[in-house]
């Protein structure tokens, strides 16, 4: 990892830079896939399938055989947990659910606000190395507890055309109602145009690779809804001298070990911790199955010594990390200040693990600095409000005389006359 002593306010900038990603040629070719999904629907999956995922499917969709034997397959275990975190992510997601507004904004004008479900919701879970059951959680229950009437969920099949068990029992368990083995760029088409087989949704969810996250970008555009913009993971831990660097560096490869292309930051007023964080990643690194892909990611990562909590927190909220971690004994001070951040892990004893996985909080969270402007995934990305009012013939009375001037003063004069009219009648 890259250490920086006390850099100037003016370094800023860079520091807080994520790995840049070539993406020269990518989105022509993620159009090309785009194009021959909408044009030639299950025939060109069936074909993208045999070509990017080395699988010959005879059917898109996954069987009620498939889904009862992937349970049996599941350990009894893993079930366990899988239903453990479920609840509590659901009991979390649950309280979310909006209430009704309704308020009387001048004498007889009444106007309230309504949360429906989207009806189809799409949600895209990456395979490979890492199969992403706990994904599956985080999408699937929200959407469920939002009331959402289809849930439609991808994911690439291994090379024997199966999906892994654990996803599909998963699944099963939040609820989704529609499988189908479907991986990277042609997923996404499948789900943002519909085929013969897979339904079209109004929104799509879920983290994948550059050609996911293209596709996603490109649809969005004109034919579906999309969660958020997604990059690589990433993490900032803030620490103090009496943090415990072993908790600290596990941190920071907890996040490391996703993907070569991911980022961590440590910020910290203590030059001797440094050192010390330093010699626990180098001796945890070593016992890592997935070292090779955590040292890329650390090529990328930096320990950054800062003069106080000030300067740190300033940092910090200017880098707006997906996950932040803050293990100092003043945490929840430091909490109060933290503006930007997808999701936030205070105290020694809550590691980003908990988040990702069963504390309740979703995972699905905003990347590359978009935690400025964007939420996590929560109950709302599943909803849509609708805005309503009725004005009785006092409240037209009342209000009426203030729409026309409006009106005329933007030189609209139907808009005006359809309260004139009224008025008139009265």
């Given at each position: 990892?890259?250490?920086?002593?006390?850099?100037?306010?003016?370094?800023?900038?860079?520091?807080?830079?994520?790995?840049?990603?070539?993406?020269?040629?990518?989105?022509?070719?993620?159009?090309?896939?785009?194009?021959?999904?909408?044009?030639?629907?299950?025939?060109?999956?069936?074909?993208?399938?045999?070509?990017?995922?080395?699988?010959?499917?005879?059917?898109?969709?996954?069987?009620?055989?498939?889904?009862?034997?992937?349970?049996?397959?599941?350990?009894?275990?893993?079930?366990?947990?899988?239903?453990?975190?479920?609840?509590?992510?659901?009991?979390?997601?649950?309280?979310?659910?909006?209430?009704?507004?309704?308020?009387?904004?001048?004498?007889?004008?009444?106007?309230?606000?309504?949360?429906?479900?989207?009806?189809?919701?799409?949600?895209?879970?990456?395979?490979?190395?890492?199969?992403?059951?706990?994904?599956?959680?985080?999408?699937?229950?929200?959407?469920?507890?939002?009331?959402?009437?289809?849930?439609?969920l991808c994911t690439p099949p291994?090379?024997?055309?199966?999906?892994?068990?654990?996803?599909?029992?998963?699944?099963?368990?939040?609820?989704?109602?529609?499988?189908?083995?479907?991986?990277?760029?042609?997923?996404?088409?499948?789900?943002?145009?519909?085929?013969?087989?897979v339904p079209k949704v109004s929104?799509?969810?879920?983290?994948?690779?550059?050609?996911?996250?293209?596709?996603?970008?490109?649809?969005?555009?004109?034919?579906?809804?999309?969660?958020?913009?997604?990059?690589?993971?990433?993490?900032?831990?803030?620490?103090?001298?009496?943090?415990?660097?072993?908790?600290?560096?596990?941190?920071?490869?907890?996040?490391?070990?996703?993907?070569?292309?991911?980022?961590?930051?440590?910020?910290?007023?203590?030059?001797?911790?440094?050192?010390?964080?330093?010699?626990?990643?180098?001796?945890?690194?070593?016992?890592?199955?997935?070292?090779?892909?955590?040292?890329?990611?650390?090529?990328?990562?930096?320990?950054?010594?800062?003069?106080?909590?000030?300067?740190?927190?300033?940092?910090?909220?200017?880098?707006?990390?997906?996950?932040?971690?803050?293990?100092?004994?003043?945490?929840?001070?430091?909490?109060?200040?933290?503006?930007?951040?997808?999701?936030?892990?205070?105290?020694?004893?809550?590691?980003?693990?908990?988040?990702?996985?069963?504390?309740?909080?979703?995972?699905?969270?905003?990347?590359?600095?978009?935690?400025?402007?964007?939420?996590?995934?929560?109950?709302?990305?599943?909803?849509?409000?609708?805005?309503?009012?009725?004005?009785?013939?006092?409240?037209?009375?009342?209000?009426?005389?203030?729409?026309?001037?409006?009106?005329?003063?933007?030189?609209?004069?139907?808009?005006?006359?359809?309260?004139?009219?009224?008025?008139?009648?009265?």
């Amino acid at each position: 990892m890259n250490t920086i002593l006390n850099p100037d306010r003016s370094q800023w900038s860079e520091l807080t830079r994520r790995p840049a990603l070539s993406v020269s040629g990518l989105y022509e070719r993620v159009q090309a896939v785009l194009d021959k999904v909408r044009n030639d629907g299950d025939s060109a999956l069936l074909a993208l399938e045999e070509q990017f995922d080395h699988v010959k499917l005879s059917s898109l969709a996954v069987s009620q055989q498939e889904l009862d034997e992937a349970a049996d397959k599941v350990p009894a275990e893993l079930k366990q947990a899988i239903q453990r975190a479920a609840a509590n992510i659901q009991k979390f997601h649950q309280a979310q659910l909006p209430k009704m507004v309704e308020v009387e904004t001048s004498t007889g004008v009444r106007c309230w606000q309504k949360a429906v479900p989207i009806s189809k919701v799409g949600l895209y879970i990456p395979g490979g190395t890492a199969p992403l059951f706990s994904t599956v959680l985080m999408l699937a229950i929200p959407a469920r507890t939002a009331g959402c009437q289809d849930i439609v969920l991808c994911t690439p099949p291994g090379p024997d055309g199966h999906v892994n068990p654990a996803i599909l029992y998963a699944a099963q368990v939040a609820g989704v109602n529609r499988f189908f083995k479907l991986g990277g760029s042609q997923a996404i088409a499948a789900m943002a145009y519909g085929t013969e087989s897979v339904p079209k949704v109004s929104k799509i969810f879920g983290p994948g690779n550059p050609y996911v996250t293209a596709a996603k970008q490109i649809v969005s555009l004109k034919d579906v809804a999309i969660d958020m913009p997604a990059g690589p993971s990433e993490v900032l831990v803030i620490a103090d001298a009496k943090a415990n660097p072993a908790f600290v560096a596990a941190d920071l490869l907890s996040q490391a070990e996703h993907g070569r292309d991911s980022q961590v930051i440590m910020l910290t007023s203590s030059r001797e911790f440094i050192g010390k964080v330093e010699a626990e990643v180098e001796r945890q690194l070593a016992l890592l199955p997935r070292c090779d892909i955590a040292k890329d990611a650390l090529a990328n990562s930096r320990l950054i010594l800062l003069e106080n909590d000030d300067r740190i927190v300033e940092f910090s909220n200017l880098y707006a990390p997906e996950h932040l971690i803050i293990q100092t004994e003043n945490c929840d001070e430091l909490a109060q200040r933290v503006v930007n951040a997808g999701s936030v892990f205070l105290g020694p004893y809550s590691p980003e693990s908990a988040g990702d996985y069963a504390s309740g909080t979703n995972h699905t969270l905003p990347t590359s600095g978009y935690a400025k402007a964007y939420s996590g995934v929560n109950i709302d990305s599943f909803m849509r409000k609708i805005t309503f009012q009725k004005l009785s013939k006092d409240g037209l009375k009342d209000l009426g005389p203030i729409i026309e001037t409006m009106a005329a003063g933007e030189f609209l004069d139907a808009h005006k006359n359809a309260v004139t009219v009224r008025l008139k009648s009265l």
